[in-house]
């Protein structure tokens, strides 16, 4: 009996290092995941805060071109604040590439270059200039073409009794979906 105790069988043995092995390689594995999953974490944070300072270069070009001309950029007599892309015009007026939309040639804008058609500034294969956000989409601008300090808050489009936010403008992103209808994963220039 003393004999088997200090002197386990092969069988054993052999089992304990097929644990070790495996307890070691799960121990490998979950440390590759947490760090992958740190790294993504860290590459969505820095892309975020990339789309957030596109939000405040668009704002504060729209702002002042608001203040150059006394009046926002793409202004029309009706006032309709309905939703426009970054695209074609509005960016046009705001980097002074329309001699009619702004006479002054104030360069408000100068936006990053895109890479690979994401997260930046692009001129597309028919010559329309896109602002798009790291999936590649277009923002969503509202300005507050009536005046009155407030823009329908574009959440609350579909309910009863649509909320207002106190803003002259406001910019956001559809997100990983790229559907600015599904909130969740929408990112505002007002949250
Ligand atoms: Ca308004």
């Known amino acids: 009996m ?16 097929v644990i070790l092995v495996v307890c070691l390689l799960l121990f490998i594995s979950i440390a590759v995941l947490i760090l992958q999953f740190d790294r993504s974490a ?17 704002e504060i070009a729209i702002k002042g071109y608001q203040t150059e001309y006394n009046r926002y950029p793409l202004a029309t007599a009706n006032a309709d604040e309905t939703p426009m892309l970054s ?3 509005i960016l ?44 590649g989409q277009p923002y969503r601008i509202c300005i507050d073409y009536d005046g009155d300090g407030t823009i329908r808050d574009p959440q609350s489009e579909n309910k009863t009794q649509p909320e207002t936010l106190s803003s002259g ?23």
């Open 2 to 17: 003393d004999d088997d105790k200090s002197a386990p069988n092969e069988g054993w043995v052999a089992l304990r290092a």
């Open 42 to 58: 860290e590459q969505k944070a820095q892309a975020l805060h990339a789309m957030r300072s596109s939000f405040k270069g668009l």
């Open 92 to 135: 046009k007026a705001l980097m002074a590439e329309d001699s009619e939309l702004n006479p002054r040639k104030v360069r408000f804008l100068d936006p990053y270059a895109a890479r690979g058609g994401k997260g930046g500034y692009l001129v597309d294969s028919a010559g329309v200039p896109r602002m798009v956000d790291i999936y």
């Open 169 to 191: 403008v406001i910019i956001w992103s559809g997100g990983k979906d790229g559907d600015p209808a599904t909130w969740k994963d929408n990112l505002a220039s007002w949250q």
């Open 87 to 89: 695209e074609g015009k």
